[in-house]
Each structure stands twice: as C-alpha cells, then as structure tokens.
T-cell receptor
Framework: KAGVTQTPRYLIKTRGQQVTLSCSPI?????VSWYQQTPGQGLQFLFE???????NKGNFPGRFSGRQFSNSRSEMNVSTLELGDSALYLC???????????????FGPGTRLLVL | DAKTTQPTSMDCAEGRAANLPCNHS???????VYWYRQIHSQGPQYIIH???NNETNEMASLIITEDRKSSTLILPHATLRDTAVYYC????????????FGPGTRLSVLP
C-alpha cells in the first residue's frame, strides 16, 4: 500500500497570505489528523477528521482550519499567515475505528512552510 | 501535556542493543503505550505499541513492566540509520483521542 502523501512538500509564503496544504491518507483509512511541528513547541495536534467531520481539535486559533472530502483526502488551511506559522505540518492517517490497531496513526513526510 | 517521561538523549554503539526507557506512572487501565521515531525532518514512523504484554515486531521489542508504570523499547542491533528521536506516547483506545508527543529521546548510534 502507498503511504500517506502530502503536497506540496515545501512552500514559501509571506505574512498575511493564506495557504492550503493537502493530505492523501493510506487507502482504506478514514481518519486524518494534522500536526504542527516547530523547534520551540515540538509536535502539536491541530485537528482530526473522520468521515468528513471534525472529531477532535487542538488548541490553535481559528486561522487554522481543515476539511475532509468523501474520499478521505484532507486539506488544511491557514489564513493571515504569521511568521510563527513557519513549521513542518504533518498529516497522519488511521483506520479511525475503536481499538489500538484502528487508531494507530501513520504519518506522511510533511509540508515545510516558511513564512517571510 | 504528555503523560510520559523519557531521557533527553542516549548514545548506543552500532551493533549493540539500544534500550530506551519510558516512565508512565499515571497510565490507566485502557491506555496503550505507543512508540514512534522521527528521523531528522521526516514524518514520525510508527514502531510498536502494547497494552500489558511484551510485544515484538520486525523493528523492535516493547517490554512493559507488570505494574505498567514503565516500559522499554529495545532495538536489538542498532544501526546508524536508527539515529532518531524516539517518542513514547500513552493513549487510550477511544476514537477521537489525539496522540500527545513529548520531547522524546534523541538516540545517537555511534560507529
């Protein structure tokens, strides 16, 4: 099976712009989670989508949003970019049901965003 | 906050076993111990997980103490490619719970 894919891999934006990142989960996986990783804060959970519904949300401002499509692919959007949004954005997919095997997450390679 | 405590860094000689400890003294009955690793600038890689029994797969072994308050990830024959940050995560089996990553242990495998 192909792994989790994320596009684009690298992105440069300027302050005030918005950005959309894309994630394609492993085939058959219905849950997609997003994480932000920075040197200062480490890996932090953004949100999780399952069956096109946000099921869980981390402590990030409303500028960060996401959605999931019927084929389980997901996008996240960051509006009004700030310098502090520069980070590695990681997507992870899982089967999404109940139980440890269903919930084991598999990560993509990430999108590295640089905000100038 | 992460529910686990790990050493900040460890060294291991190439070819030797790497034993990475993790303390999770507040773990509850339905919570699993997961291990991931992250090689520089790549996405975290799932290694193994367990509830109370020891587990082994092609990558590693997971030893969980009888009281479940600590565990050890064992890489039996470490190679230079095992140099990475290793994360120990405690998580329940209810869907919708996110994985909480702490700072992890930076393992350096030395030639």
């Amino acid at each position: 099976k192909a792994g989790v894919t994320q596009t684009p891999r690298y992105l440069i934006k300027t302050r005030g712009q918005q950005v959309t990142l894309s994630c394609s989960p492993i085939s058959g996986h219905r849950s997609v989670s997003w994480y932000q990783q920075t040197p200062g804060q480490g890996l932090q959970f953004l949100f999780e989508y399952f069956s096109e519904t946000q099921r869980n949300k981390g402590n990030f401002p409303g500028r960060f949003s996401g959605r999931q499509f019927s084929n389980s692919r997901s996008e996240m959007n960051v509006s009004t970019l700030e310098l502090g949004d520069s980070a590695l954005y990681l997507c992870a997919s899982s089967l999404g049901g109940r139980g440890s095997l269903q919930e084991t997450q598999y990560f993509g390679p990430g999108t590295r965003l640089l905000v100038l | 906050d992460a529910k686990t405590t790990q050493p900040t860094s460890m060294d291991c000689a190439e070819g030797r076993a790497a034993n990475l400890p993790c303390n999770h003294s507040t773990i509850s009955g339905n919570e699993y111990v997961y291990w991931y690793r992250q090689i520089h600038s790549q996405g975290p890689q799932y290694i193994i997980h367990g509830l109370k029994n020891n587990e082994t797969n092609e990558m590693a072994s997971l030893i969980i103490t009888e009281d479940r308050k600590s565990s050890t990830l064992i890489l039996p024959h470490a190679t230079l490619r095992d140099t990475a940050v290793y994360y120990c995560i405690v998580r329940g089996d209810n869907y919708g719970q996110n994985f909480v990553f702490g700072p992890g242990t930076r393992l350096s495998v030395l030639p």
